[in-house]
């Protein structure tokens, strides 16, 4: 069932092209937002006009935590590492609301849509079918032979297949170097039990995969490419040495494991620059050679079985590209520069590089592409690509601007399409405790609204403590897959946002309205996060 949206006058206008903010789409006035009634009002907002210029501000932040609770500390942190790329600093902002006046309306109100009639009104087998049809293959066919498409072309084949489109150590079968890696997913907007699931594909550019010497010079090496992303690796975790696939070193012409011959080895020590072809390429800590390039596919929650796993369909394919390195002291004027936009008071706004996507500021561009009403895949509007920017962009937390390698099983093991059966709740680094079990605790709920009832009845006692001997003894596709009931409830929420093209509105697949959530706020009334709630110094990577 298709819902019907207010109808809103407003007056249309191209999308910005440089980064000006004269240049910005049409604006919908505030006052056109809708009372804070049970059910938000949602007026049509056209393509090219911009809703809402706080997009930056995730659905998460306007969760009440009541003095106690903190989702927040997975974003905003502040490091004493006066070294690490990431200055942002923001640690600040865990629980503090210190939104801009336009903020503090929480334009996000698909979260507060009661779905639950038309969730019934869609069968199981409806469902079903849709997930597990291909919407990827005939979307990259499209855009290839698209003559007027300018912008990358994120191609893997046979992609919609998951697992089956890479080889053992996740190297693409087609060839085009991608290489799929097994990561714990980030609490928790990309756990299963909260509505989709995910996989992340990296690619390094050409010379870091080409051989320099030996009988395969200027050729593809998977000796020198693994060696590269080994070595990556070691730079985005601060390791010394690491476990690899077994490497040829007279492939490599390098003494990889410093032991003074040239032999097969399967772990190799850090270096002061990479391999092959790009032998003159220095290591940079924390950082990602220029040209660095990432898939992500954000998808249903599938079924194979009994077993929950990646749907074939996505609901989303984001592309990035590393476009510019900057140094750690550029990179600190960077920040310091975001830092007094906010204190001033300045709304974000992104160059738009049309079919290359926004660029954040920070060295990176980034493009979305979602279902259209019909479930195909096209490109994201200026707004929703805004919507990716909140967190690939000047949060705290992120080491350059992404989540999931430095999250990466480390070494071989890693090596593959993400997999969380038997996957343990590694500790973050320099914690004791398994990362969900923290951060149930922490955020008193399974998810960053707190409301995930499943969640609830699974890992946590009728006083609120989390059932801590029954956490620990779950591995990780245990803690955060939900039931079959709930995985087709979350799978029709979302589909009838995409039938409604609402993502203005939001993203988040929920059936019930959210009751944790301000709809508007007032951050001088709103509850401060207690001392002894604050989480400092956390750090996404884990100690595997």
Same mark, same amino acid.
């Given at each position: #069932?298709?819902?019907?949206?207010y109808?809103?006058?407003? #007056?249309?206008?191209?999308?910005?092209t440089?980064?000006?903010e004269?240049? #910005?789409p049409?604006v919908?006035?505030?006052?056109?937002?809708?009372s804070n009634?049970?059910?938000?009002?949602?007026?049509?907002?056209?393509a090219?006009t911009?809703?809402?210029?706080e997009?930056?501000?995730?659905?998460?932040?306007?969760?009440?935590?009541e003095?106690?609770?903190?989702?927040?500390?997975?974003?905003?942190?502040?490091?004493?590492?006066?070294?690490?790329?990431?200055?942002?600093e923001?640690?600040?902002?865990?629980?503090?609301?210190?939104?801009s006046?336009?903020?503090?309306?929480?334009?996000?109100?698909?979260?507060?849509?009661d779905?639950?009639?038309?969730v019934?009104g869609?069968?199981?087998g409806?469902i079903?079918?849709y997930v597990?049809t291909?919407?990827?293959?005939?979307?990259?066919?499209?855009?290839?032979?698209?003559?007027?498409?300018?912008?990358?072309v994120p191609?893997?084949?046979?992609?919609a297949?998951?697992?089956?489109?890479?080889d053992?150590?996740?190297?693409?079968?087609?060839?085009s170097?991608?290489?799929?890696?097994?990561?714990?997913?980030?609490?928790s907007?990309?756990?299963p039990?909260?509505?989709?699931?995910?996989?992340?594909?990296?690619?390094?550019?050409?010379?870091f995969?080409?051989?320099?010497?030996?009988?395969?010079?200027?050729?593809? @090496?998977?000796d020198?490419?693994?060696?590269?992303l080994?070595?990556?690796?070691?730079a985005m975790k601060?390791?010394?040495?690491?476990?690899t696939?077994?490497?040829e070193?007279?492939?490599?012409?390098a003494?990889?494991?410093?032991?003074?011959?040239?032999?097969e080895v399967?772990s190799i020590?850090?270096?002061p @620059?990479?391999v092959?072809?790009?032998?003159g390429q220095?290591?940079?800590?924390?950082?990602?050679?220029?040209?660095?390039?990432?898939?992500?596919?954000?998808?249903?929650?599938?079924?194979?079985?009994?077993?929950i796993?990646p749907?074939k369909?996505?609901?989303?394919?984001?592309? #990035?590209?590393?476009?510019?390195?900057?140094?750690?002291?550029?990179?600190?004027?960077?920040?310091?520069?975001?830092?007094q936009?906010?204190?001033?008071?300045n709304?974000?706004v992104? @160059?738009?590089?049309?079919?290359?996507?926004?660029?954040?500021?920070?060295?990176?561009?980034?493009?979305?592409f979602?279902?259209?009403?019909?479930?195909?895949?096209?490109?994201?509007?200026?707004?929703e690509?805004?919507f990716?920017?909140?967190c690939?962009g000047?949060?705290?937390?992120t080491?350059?601007?992404?989540?999931?390698?430095?999250?990466?099983?480390?070494?071989?093991?890693?090596?593959?399409?993400?997999d969380?059966?038997?996957?343990?709740?590694a500790?973050?680094?320099?914690?004791?405790k398994g990362?969900?079990?923290?951060?149930?605790?922490?955020?008193g709920?399974?998810?960053e609204f707190? %409301?995930?009832?499943?969640?609830?009845?699974?890992w946590f006692? %009728?006083?609120?403590?989390?059932?801590e001997s029954?956490?620990?003894?779950?591995?990780?596709?245990?803690?955060i897959?939900?039931?079959?009931?709930?995985?087709?409830?979350?799978?029709?929420?979302?589909k009838?946002?995409?039938?409604?093209?609402?993502?203005?509105y939001?993203?988040?697949?929920t059936?019930?309205?959210?009751?944790?959530?301000?709809?508007?706020?007032?951050p001088?009334?709103?509850?401060?996060?207690?001392a002894?709630?604050?989480?400092?110094?956390w750090?996404?990577?884990?100690?595997?």
């Amino acid at each position: #069932m298709k819902r019907v949206f207010y109808p809103l006058i407003i #007056m249309l206008a191209g999308l910005m092209t440089g980064c000006g903010e004269e240049d #910005m789409p049409a604006v919908v006035d505030p006052e056109d937002y809708g009372s804070n009634t049970d059910e938000p009002a949602r007026p049509e907002i056209a393509a090219d006009t911009l809703y809402n210029r706080e997009a930056v501000i995730p659905p998460q932040c306007y969760t009440k935590t009541e003095g106690v609770n903190n989702p927040c500390y997975t974003c905003h942190q502040t490091y004493s590492d006066p070294k690490r790329p990431n200055s942002m600093e923001d640690g600040f902002l865990q629980g503090d609301y210190n939104f801009s006046d336009l903020g503090v309306h929480n334009h996000w109100s698909n979260l507060f849509v009661d779905r639950r009639d038309d969730v019934a009104g869609i069968s199981d087998g409806e469902i079903e079918d849709y997930v597990s049809t291909d919407n990827y293959s005939d979307f990259i066919e499209r855009l290839q032979d698209d003559e007027n498409w300018s912008g990358p072309v994120p191609a893997i084949e046979d992609l919609a297949d998951g697992a089956a489109a890479f080889d053992d150590y996740g190297l693409a079968k087609d060839g085009s170097g991608w290489v799929a890696f097994n990561y714990k997913p980030l609490p928790s907007t990309f756990w299963p039990t909260n509505g989709s699931t995910d996989d992340v594909i990296i690619r390094l550019p050409e010379r870091f995969r080409t051989a320099s010497c030996g009988d395969d010079v200027s050729r593809f @090496s998977q000796d020198v490419y693994f060696t590269n992303l080994a070595i990556l690796e070691m730079a985005m975790k601060d390791l010394p040495e690491i476990s690899t696939p077994l490497i040829e070193e007279n492939k490599v012409c390098a003494d990889l494991n410093n032991d003074g011959i040239l032999s097969e080895v399967v772990s190799i020590g850090a270096r002061p @620059s990479y391999v092959g072809a790009a032998s003159g390429q220095k290591v940079e800590r924390m950082a990602y050679p220029e040209g660095t390039q990432f898939i992500h596919t954000v998808r249903y929650v599938g079924f194979d079985g009994d077993e929950i796993v990646p749907s074939k369909r996505m609901k989303e394919v984001r592309y #990035m590209k590393k476009v510019k390195h900057y140094s750690v002291a550029e990179l600190a004027s960077l920040y310091g520069n975001e830092r007094q936009e906010k204190i001033d008071g300045n709304l974000p706004v992104y @160059s738009d590089h049309g079919d290359k996507g926004l660029n954040n500021g920070m060295g990176w561009e980034v493009l979305g592409f979602i279902e259209d009403g019909e479930g195909e895949l096209r490109k994201q509007t200026y707004q929703e690509q805004m919507f990716c920017m909140g967190c690939h962009g000047t949060i705290g937390t992120t080491i350059d601007q992404t989540f999931a390698f430095p999250r990466k099983v480390t070494g071989a093991n890693g090596w593959g399409y993400i997999d969380l059966k038997g996957m343990a709740d590694a500790p973050n680094m320099d914690e004791k405790k398994g990362e969900i079990l923290q951060y149930l605790g922490r955020v008193g709920g399974g998810n960053e609204f707190r %409301e995930n009832p499943e969640m609830k009845a699974r890992w946590f006692n %009728e006083d609120g403590s989390v059932r801590e001997s029954a956490v620990l003894n779950a591995d990780v596709y245990a803690l955060i897959t939900p039931s079959r009931e709930r995985a087709l409830a979350l799978n029709k929420a979302y589909k009838i946002i995409v039938d409604e093209q609402s993502y203005v509105y939001g993203r988040d697949a929920t059936v019930v309205p959210a009751k944790n959530v301000f709809r508007e706020l007032d951050p001088e009334k709103a509850a401060p996060l207690e001392a002894a709630s604050r989480v400092n110094h956390w750090d996404i990577r884990l100690d595997w």
